[in-house]
């Protein structure tokens, strides 16, 4: 049975920007939802932004795996989620 990330927050997510596995409680915040079969739960971005985007600057300077790299260069081109976004 899978568990449910939409009544259940979890604990811990990764932001969508900066990639950072961090505190839901104190770092990140719920932007949108994923409904797509058994993948559901919360898109979380970080709280304080001005931290975010340099550490997802640093990432991009540093040499990490190819498919990150992409992964945050969209979500910067993208920007910060304004509304509350559901995808399914």
Known sequence: MASDG?????KNGKCRICHRYR???KHLKAVGEVHHGYATGHI????????CDKV???K???NISG???AN?????????????????
């Open 6 to 10: 939409i009544l259940h927050k979890a």
């Open 23 to 25: 505190n839901t409680g």
């Open 44 to 51: 979380w971005e970080c709280i304080d932004t001005s931290d």
């Open 56 to 58: 997802a600057n640093e």
């Open 60 to 62: 991009l300077q540093s």
């Open 67 to 69: 498919v990150v790299k």
């Open 72 to 88: 945050i260069q969209t979500a910067l081109k993208v920007g910060r989620f304004k509304k509350y976004t559901f995808i399914s």
